[in-house]
C-alpha cells in the first residue's frame, strides 16, 4: 500500500525543490496547481463551463482562460470566484483520482502530493497519511524570493502574510525538512533520510 505524504512550505522554502529531489528517489508526484493550470489551459476540460458560465470574453483567441480578465472580474466578486472553483475542483479531484491509481497500478511506494495551501484548506488533512514541510526563517524566504523574482521584500511578506504562518505550517507537519543554510547536496541528503522513512 502506498503511502501518502502531502507536501507544504511557504514561499521561498524550497518545497519545489524538495519535490523534485523526492520524485528522483522514485515517488508518484501530484501536482494540483498544475492539474488546475491545464484544465485552463487551451483546450483544458475547464474551458467549456467556463465558456458557458462567464461568457466568451473570458477565452483567449488560442482557446485558453483569459487569466488576467478572470482575476479582475473573480477577485472582485466572491460569488463568480466559487462559480470557477465549482467548475474546476472537481475536475482537478477527477484528474488526480486518475493519476493516483495510475501510481498504485505501477506499484509505487510513496505518493506526493503537492499542496501549497494544505495547512490553510483544512480538506487536505484527511487526505494524506503524513504532512511534510520544508521549513526556514521568514527572512531566509524573503531573501530567496527577492534574489529569484525580482519582487520587493514588501511584496514578499504580503504574499506571506496571505499564507498560513510558520507555527502553523508546523503544528500541522508529521515531517520537517529544515532548509536553513544547506548547500544542495546537504538538502539532497536529507532529502534521502526522510525519503527512506516514506518506502523510497
Known amino acids: 500500500m502506498a503511502i501518502r505524504v502531502g507536501l507544504t512550505g511557504g514561499i521561498g522554502s524550497g518545497k519545489s525543490t524538495v519535490l ?15 492539474i488546475s493550470r491545464s ?5 483544458g476540460a475547464a474551458i467549456a463551463a ?13 482557446g485558453a482562460l483569459d487569466r ?8 472582485g466578486d466572491p460569488q463568480s470566484r466559487k462559480h470557477l472553483e465549482d467548475i474546476i475542483h ?12 495510475a501510481a498504485l497500478d505501477a506499484g509505487v511506494h510513496c505518493i506526493v502530493f503537492d499542496i501549497p495551501l494544505l495547512v490553510e484548506s483544512g480538506r487536505w488533512r484527511a487526505q494524506v497519511d503524513r504532512v511534510l514541510v520544508v521549513d526556514c526563517s521568514p527572512q531566509t524566504q524573503v531573501d530567496r524570493v ?4 525580482g519582487l520587493k521584500p514588501e511584496e514578499v511578506r504580503a504574499i506571506m502574510a496571505a499564507q498560513a504562518s510558520r507555527s502553523q505550517r508546523l503544528a500541522a507537519a508529521d515531517i520537517v525538512i529544515c532548509n536553513e543554510g544547506l548547500t544542495l547536496e546537504q538538502l539532497r541528503d536529507k532529502v534521502v533520510q526522510v525519503g527512506r522513512r516514506l518506502g523510497l
Do not use: C, K, N, W
Open 20 to 34: 523534485q529531489m523526492l520524485a528522483e528517489l522514485g515517488a508518484a508526484v501530484i501536482d494540483a496547481d498544475a
Open 146 to 149: 527577492v534574489s529569484r523574482s
Open 90 to 101: 472537481p475536475l482537478v479531484g477527477q484528474e488526480s483520482a486518475r493519476q493516483v491509481q
Open 68 to 75: 488576467a480578465r478572470m482575476r479582475e472580474h473573480a477577485y
Open 39 to 43: 484544465t485552463t489551459a487551451a483546450g
Open 50 to 62: 467556463i465558456s458557458e458560465r462567464f461568457g466568451a470574453d473570458f477565452i483567449t483567441l488560442e
